[in-house]
C-alpha cells in the first residue's frame, strides 16, 4: 500500500519536471526570436573604386606670326621695297602745284611734275610729267615725257613720248619713241632723235 502510495508521488514528481521542462524550453523559445530581433542588422556595403583623374586636354600651341628678319647683308628686314615695285617713284621729286608760277632754271632733277605754270630750261631731268591744268615753255632735253597739258618750245625725248587725249605739243620736237592718243595735238618741227643726230652730224655748208 506504502509502495503504490510511493510510486504515485514518484510519478507525480516525474510529471511535474518534465512539465517544467518543457515550459523552460517553450519560453527559451519564445525569448529567441525576441533576442535575434533585437541584434542590430549590419549592411555591407561595398566599396566602390575612386574614380579615376581626368587627364586634362592638351591644347597644341598655335604657330606664332612669322617676325621680319633682318637680312644678313644691310641689316634691315628683308622686305620689299615699294618704290622698287612703281619705276614713277623717284627720290628726287619737284611738283609745281596749281596756280604756281616758276621761271628759271631746273636741274638733276628726277621727276618733274606740273600743276600749274613753267616757263624753264630743264637740264639733267630724267621724267617730266604736264597735267591737265599746266602749261610749259621753254627748251627741255629729258628721257621720258608724258603730256597731258600744254608744251611749247624745244622738246628732245630721248625715250618715249606719249601725248594724252588733252595734250597739245608744238615747236621742235625729237622723239626716239611716241605714243598720240585720240584727241592728242602735236605740231612744228618733227623728227626722230635719229634723224636729228644724222643732221647734227653733217658738216655745214659753206657760204658761197
Known sequence: MFRRKEEEEGMTDMLDTGSNENS????????????????????????????????????????AAPV???????????TTSSTS???????????V??????KGEISTCDRLV?????????????????????????????EDAEISGSFEGDLIVNGRLIIYSSGKVSGN?????????????????????EEMKADSSKPAKKAA
Open 24 to 63: 523552460t524550453e517553450n519560453s527559451e523559445n519564445t525569448s529567441a526570436p525576441s533576442a535575434t530581433a533585437a541584434k542590430p542588422v549590419q549592411e555591407t556595403v561595398t566599396p566602390q573604386p575612386a574614380p579615376r583623374p581626368v587627364p586634362a586636354a592638351t591644347f597644341r600651341q598655335q604657330p
Open 68 to 78: 621680319a628678319r633682318p637680312s644678313a647683308t644691310s641689316g634691315t628686314p628683308a
Open 85 to 95: 615695285a612703281n619705276p614713277k617713284a623717284s627720290k628726287r621729286v619737284l611738283t
Open 97 to 102: 602745284g596749281h596756280d604756281i608760277h616758276m
Open 114 to 142: 606740273i600743276e600749274g605754270s613753267v616757263d624753264a630750261e630743264l637740264k639733267e631731268v630724267h621724267t617730266v610729267e604736264i597735267a591737265q591744268t599746266g602749261s610749259f615753255k621753254g627748251s627741255a632735253e629729258i
Open 173 to 193: 620736237v625729237s622723239y626716239g619713241e611716241i605714243e598720240i592718243e585720240r584727241g592728242g595735238q602735236l605740231s612744228g618741227a618733227i623728227k626722230t632723235v
